[in-house]
């Protein structure tokens, strides 16, 4: 196996993370946010995201109309308040059945050489102290 440039995969990873990130935020904005309160929300939830990433990422979906906000006093501190849209809850839905179809197009691309082995089965017969062994395709 080839070593892979490190550059060259954080950009794919990058790449990758941008989408999962949307649909994780707006997964999550089906309730009620703040900016910090969402960021640990993601992160408890195995998904690690920068302040610097979610703040623009945030406003980028407010102006497509997904995210509403309101500025709030929580804790003596002025606030920003994320919710899902009713525009943002079709996305969402949309987005989550695209991702099961990719996810699980994916996940048999990756399987079929597996799958093709395991529907190969060996059988073994001894017949006067011979073995015998023959390879047998169920599909």
């Known amino acids: 196996m080839r070593a892979m440039n490190i550059n060259a995969f954080e950009h794919l990873r990058l790449e990758l993370r941008r989408g999962c990130l949307v649909l994780a935020v707006l997964a999550k904005c089906r309730s009620e946010y703040h900016g910090y309160a969402l960021v640990k929300a993601l ?47 079709a996305a969402l839905e949309w987005l989550l059945e695209e991702w099961r179809n990719i996810n699980g197009a994916i996940e ?14 060996s059988v073994v017969r001894e017949q006067n102290g011979e073995r015998y062994e023959a390879r047998i395709d169920e599909s």
Do not use: H
């Open 108 to 121: 048999m691309l990756c399987e079929a050489p597996e799958a093709a082995l395991r529907r190969q089965r």
């Open 43 to 89: 992160r408890e939830g195995g998904l690690e995201i920068d302040e610097n990433t979610l703040y623009p990422l945030l406003r980028r979906l407010e102006s497509q109309k997904l995210l509403a906000s309101d500025w709030r006093v929580e804790d003596k501190r002025n606030k920003r308040f994320y919710r899902l849209t009713e525009g943002g809850l």
